[in-house]
């Protein structure tokens, strides 16, 4: 049998050992590369490349989209569902790497880690002080999940051992991991006004976007934390960077923006942040993951097997 023609994404090609790519005749396709068309029968992108209509209409075999991300908003899944498409992600690859980016930014506004850095390389640093840039701590304090997916609780499960009570949001009960971690199931509005530190981990849908706004932290504690690896669209970053400068918010730590690469530039300026470039999966043994699963969703689906993980369907 030939070898199914198939799009991948060109930075993949050093995370792919060549028998993951068996009996696929790929194309790499570069980040800055138009999506080619042809007869495809599956193309494996990054989150950073659009795949709908226009890219269907020039992919008339196209089987499956295997989506490198834990997310699908870079797919037009409606579309796709309605050509038969199969669409897929890789969600469990990035747990672990991820929540630990979020506890990294919970731990690094807490203890105020960025400001300083930057006092001791601008030379300003005195020497100890009784009130040199006092944190939080964290022992005692409620952590809140926006959110309680496979991240969500991971995130939780990483407070336990800090002493933390733990809050979350979500469409149903989660049991198990209410058991292990203590954890109480609430609804949004006392999310907000009990966490100390709030992390978000819903997906980037029509209900949540811009769900932190003016209004939402009007209602959080003044030195509460916000944390974001989700997506960028969840929060109104102009929002965000007011409540930063008039102080109604203790800090924030991101990895996601609305208009990525390009970053608010109030949110820039604006103090007691931590801002890092959506690295939330940048660990090489998570990209290896990643690249793995989608291959392995191509290969289920030309196989005329279930993927691995299909968004609907």
Request: charged letters at 20%; aromatic letters at 4%; hydrophobic letters at 45%.
């Amino acid at each position: 049998m030939a070898p199914h023609p198939v799009l991948v994404a060109a930075e993949l090609q050093p995370l792919l050992e060549p028998a993951q790519l068996e009996g696929l005749d790929v194309t790499w396709i570069a980040a800055d590369q138009p999506t080619p068309k042809g007869d495809y029968v599956a193309i494996v992108p990054l989150l950073t490349r659009w795949v709908g209509g226009t890219e269907f209409k020039g992919l008339p075999k196209l089987k499956i989209v295997a989506n490198c991300a834990a997310g699908h908003d870079n797919v037009d899944v409606v579309a796709a569902e309605l050509r038969g498409i199969k669409v897929t992600n890789t969600p469990d690859a990035l747990v672990d790497a991820t929540a630990d980016l979020a506890w990294a930014l919970i731990l690094a506004c807490a203890r105020r880690v960025v400001e300083g850095t930057e006092l001791v390389r601008s030379g300003k640093w005195s020497g100890w002080h009784p009130e040199l840039l006092l944190g939080t701590e964290l022992r005692g304090r409620t952590l809140g999940l926006l959110g309680a997916g496979r991240i969500g609780q991971a995130v939780g499960r990483r407070a336990v051992p800090f002493g933390m009570r733990i809050v979350y949001t979500a469409r149903n009960p989660r049991p198990e991991f209410e058991r292990e971690t203590g954890a109480a199931r609430v609804e949004l509005p006392r999310l907000l006004k009990e966490s100390d530190v709030l992390s978000l981990h819903v997906p980037a849908v029509p209900e949540t976007e811009g769900i932190i706004n003016s209004d939402t932290l009007g209602q959080m504690k003044p030195t509460a934390i916000l944390v974001n690896t989700a997506r960028g669209d969840l929060i109104r970053e102009e929002a965000l960077a007011l409540a930063l400068e008039q102080g109604r918010l203790g800090a924030a730590g991101l990895d996601v923006y609305a208009d990525e690469p390009h970053v608010h530039p109030r949110l820039i300026a604006a103090p007691r942040i931590v801002l890092v470039p959506h690295i939330g999966s940048a660990t090489p043994e998570t990209r290896r993951e990643m690249a793995r699963i989608a291959v392995a969703n191509v290969h289920a689906v030309l196989s005329r097997r279930p993927p691995l993980n299909p968004v609907f369907g």
